[in-house]
């Protein structure tokens, strides 16, 4: 089945730190989408971005389908992005489900 | 974006008890649902994915019979976990998508099942 790896698998940063999170995926996709899961497990949608770019306030990310990979830019990280991020793909022909990425563990401190 | 209402959040049950957990989708309908199960300080691994009016698929490795799913209309799905044990506990999440192709997942707020 396909693999969806990300890297770095944890991550600790100054507040005020911008850091770059990658989402590699071994099959061609239809979909995918990055996701900030919460110290309660509530998964918050931060992007669907099956290609190009997309920003939202300090968030960014960028799909390049054809390297069958992504970027999760954040900058002037706060202490309430701490977390596990998530993306997750939509295997092409694989019936809508999606598959998700190994997750990157943020901690940022004061 | 699209509101998904899973309940309960928490449960607790006894060894040998079954347990329903449902999923709702408030605001849009979904003709697919799908049902992830996350253990700790691990990703989600999908279930099954549960379809309005026929029965669900289930992924490999995951008992049909112990896990079963009912999608009766196009806004409610629900996962029962029967007899269940103590390795059942985990962090089960539900998602739902708008129809159509390609487009946007939205999560449940998880349930976190412990079985004593």
């Known amino acids: 089945g396909i693999q969806v790896e990300q890297s770095p698998p944890d991550l600790i940063l100054q507040e005020g730190a911008n850091s770059t999170l990658r989402c590699n995926f071994s099959?061609?996709?239809?979909?995918l989408q990055w996701f900030h899961q919460n110290p309660w497990g509530q998964l918050i949608n931060l992007f669907y971005?099956?290609?190009g770019t997309k920003q939202n306030g300090r968030l960014s990310a960028t799909t390049v389908a054809t390297e069958r990979y992504s970027l999760l830019y954040i900058s002037s990280s706060q202490t309430t992005d701490s977390g596990v991020y998530f993306c997750?793909?939509?295997?092409?022909?694989?019936?809508?489900?999606?598959?998700f990425g190994t997750g990157t563990q943020l901690k940022v401190e004061l | 974006g699209a509101v998904v209402s899973q309940h309960p959040s928490r449960v607790i049950c006894k060894s040998g008890t079954s347990v329903k957990i449902e999923c709702r989708s408030l605001?849009?309908?979904?003709?697919?649902m799908f049902w992830y199960r996350q253990f700790p300080k691990q990703s989600l691994m999908l279930m099954a994915t549960?379809?309005?009016?026929?029965?669900?698929?289930?992924e490999q490795g995951v008992e049909k019979d112990k896990f079963l799913i009912n999608h009766a209309s196009l806004t409610l799905s629900t996962l029962t976990v029967t007899s269940a044990h103590p390795e059942d506990s985990s962090f089960y999440i539900c998602?739902?998508?708008?129809?159509?192709?390609?487009?946007?997942?939205?999560f449940g707020q998880g349930t976190r099942l412990t079985v004593v």
């Open positions: 549960s379809n309005e009016g026929s029965k669900a698929t289930y």
């Open positions: 997750a793909v939509e295997l092409t022909g694989g019936g809508n489900k999606l598959t």
């Open positions: 971005i099956p290609s």
């Open positions: 605001d849009f309908q979904a003709t697919t």
């Open positions: 998602s739902a998508k708008v129809s159509g192709p390609n487009t946007e997942a939205f």
């Open positions: 099959d061609s996709v239809n979909n």
